[in-house]
């Protein structure tokens, strides 16, 4: 039974950084497309970025494009979110999710989904 729990999730001042991690249970994380979405207060869950089963990563085309970087490490069945030069609009929960078919920036194709992390930036 494949779990996701999320991790690394905090308070930092604007400017700051902050790495989230996905650890993923079972022998079958590398056969799944791995994805960040984060749900910030009044809004809905939006799609942050997600990662080819061989590593190959893909941003939304938006202002944390270039600031954050997603990565796995298969061997270790975790997927990162590095994120640099936090702004007080990233504050959101962020969630990983895996599925085993093709990557998608729709949180409905995803069917697999971490517990949430928050992330807080204050100005």
């Known amino acids: 039974q494949v779990r996701l729990v999320e991790s690394g999730g905090g308070l930092v001042q604007a400017g700051g950084s902050l790495r989230l991690s996905c650890a993923a249970s079972?022998?079958?994380?590398?056969?799944?497309?791995m994805a960040w979405f984060r749900q910030a207060p009044g809004k809905e869950r939006e799609f942050v970025a997600h990662?080819?089963?061989?590593?190959?990563?893909?941003y939304r085309a938006d202002s944390e494009k270039g600031r954050f970087t997603i990565s796995r490490d298969n061997a270790k069945n975790t997927v990162y979110l590095q994120m640099n030069s936090l702004k007080p609009e990233d504050t959101a929960v962020y969630y990983c999710?895996?599925?085993?078919?093709?990557?998608?920036?729709?949180?409905?194709?995803?069917?697999?989904w971490g517990q949430g992390t928050q992330v807080t930036v204050s100005s």
């Open positions: 079972g022998r079958t994380f590398s056969s799944y497309v």
């Open positions: 990662i080819s089963r061989s590593g190959g990563p893909t």
């Open positions: 999710a895996a599925d085993s078919s093709g990557p998608s920036s729709w949180y409905g194709d995803y069917h697999l």
